[in-house]
């Protein structure tokens, strides 16, 4: 862990590859998310930020967030090959949570889970 530390610290703008498929536990990946081996580790960038999808987070750990009043959206990277969507309460309270291969296949499971869970609370109930 600790070379891990020193390598991180001598190349910030760098990502560090924790267990990509493949390669070395310890490879450095430019700030574009591609390794030695030319495989791109996933990463947050300024274009996955469309269509109502906002990019945030502190330096170095960029994620996407979209707010539909009732519910929040939140997708972040979790490993070299995967990301997360999460959709909660505005209290922070989880509603769903998933993990997939991409940045766009996070977003699209997102919004398609936030648009079937409004729908169903629009619903009159059956008596």
Request: with cysteine; charged share 30%.
């Amino acid at each position: 862990m600790d070379r891990e530390r020193d390598v991180a610290a001598d190349m910030s703008p760098a990502l560090i590859v924790v267990a990509p498929e493949g390669n070395r536990k310890d490879e450095v990946v430019d700030d574009k998310g591609a390794g030695a081996g030319g495989r791109a580790a996933m990463a947050v960038l300024p274009e996955h930020a469309t269509d109502g999808w906002e990019l945030t987070g502190p330096p170095g750990k960029p994620r996407l967030v979209k707010d539909f009043g009732a519910v929040r959206t939140r997708i972040r990277v979790t490993a070299p090959a995967t990301c997360s969507w999460w959709v909660g309460r505005p209290d922070g309270r989880l509603l769903r949570e998933a993990s997939v291969r991409s940045i766009e296949e996070a977003k699209a499971a997102a919004e398609a889970w936030v648009a079937a869970y409004l729908a169903a609370r629009s619903e009159p109930a059956d008596e």
